[in-house]
């Protein structure tokens, strides 16, 4: 069984920029979360989907934005980024409501 | 708010054990969690406790909720240089339709051989 899996690595972009950052959910989970983890810092959470539907929003700015699709892969949207968000971003992909299984991340470095 | 609060430094000789102590504030939390960062990674589920147990054993995992007091904690018996990670304790709680995960800062565990 495959587990969650994030595309790419790392990433280095400029100010301004946007980014969009992937996961594929493990086989059978239909829930996926989305979390930033600044540097020294525990995880923070962006936002998850059920279904393909956003269902719940952490304190983060309207500039993050997701999408799920029907084979429960998500995609992370970073717009108009700023120097704050360089961070790991880290994915998260549940069968239920109690387990989350993450990635290995994406390393976003913002210059 | 929701609030976890974890020690950030721990520092243990190998074959001792450990003992991770945590504290959270929600007291609608439903399940509490540990995972294990490792340099350069993602996390890592050891295990979780429902909030209406006192203790679950997993081998050499013990984790302890004190409900009451809000206070969690995690041993690993005879411990090992390959646990010497970031150890981060984690609530779940039920909101507007999601269950989002609060992270404490982490406890870095160092391992001396």
């Known amino acids: 069984e495959t587990g969650v899996t994030q595309s790419p690595t790392h990433l280095i972009k400029t100010r301004g920029q946007q980014v969009t950052l992937r996961c594929s959910s493990q086989?059978?989970?239909?829930?996926v979360s989305w979390y930033q983890q600044a540097l020294g810092q525990g995880p923070q959470f962006i936002f998850q989907?059920?279904?393909?539907?956003?269902?719940g929003r952490g304190n983060f700015p309207p500039r993050f934005s997701g999408l799920q699709f029907p084979n429960y892969s998500s995609e992370l949207n970073v717009n108009a980024l700023e120097l704050d968000d360089s961070a790991l971003y880290l994915c998260?992909?549940?069968?239920?409501?109690?387990?989350?299984?993450f990635g290995p991340g994406t390393r976003l470095t913002v210059l | 708010g929701e609030d976890v609060e974890q020690s950030l430094f721990l520092s243990v000789r190998e074959g001792d054990s450990s003992v991770i102590n945590c504290t959270y504030t929600?007291?609608?939390?439903?399940?509490l969690y540990w995972y294990k960062q490792e340099p350069g990674a993602g996390l890592q589920l050891l295990t979780y406790?429902?909030?209406?147990?006192d203790m679950k054993q997993d081998q050499r995992l013990t984790v302890l909720l004190n409900k009451k007091d809000k206070h969690l904690s995690l041993r690993i018996a005879d411990t090992q240089t390959g646990d010497s990670a970031i150890y981060f304790c984690?609530?779940?709680?039920?909101?507007?339709?999601?269950?989002?995960?609060?992270f404490g800062k982490g406890t870095k565990l160092s391992v001396i051989p």
């Open positions: 998260a992909s549940s069968p239920a409501h109690n387990e989350q299984f």
């Open positions: 086989s059978g989970h239909n829930t």
């Open positions: 989907y059920y279904r393909e539907e956003e269902n």
């Open positions: 929600d007291s609608s939390s439903t399940y």
């Open positions: 406790i429902f909030s209406n147990m």
């Open positions: 984690a609530e779940i709680t039920p909101g507007a339709g999601s269950y989002q995960l609060t």
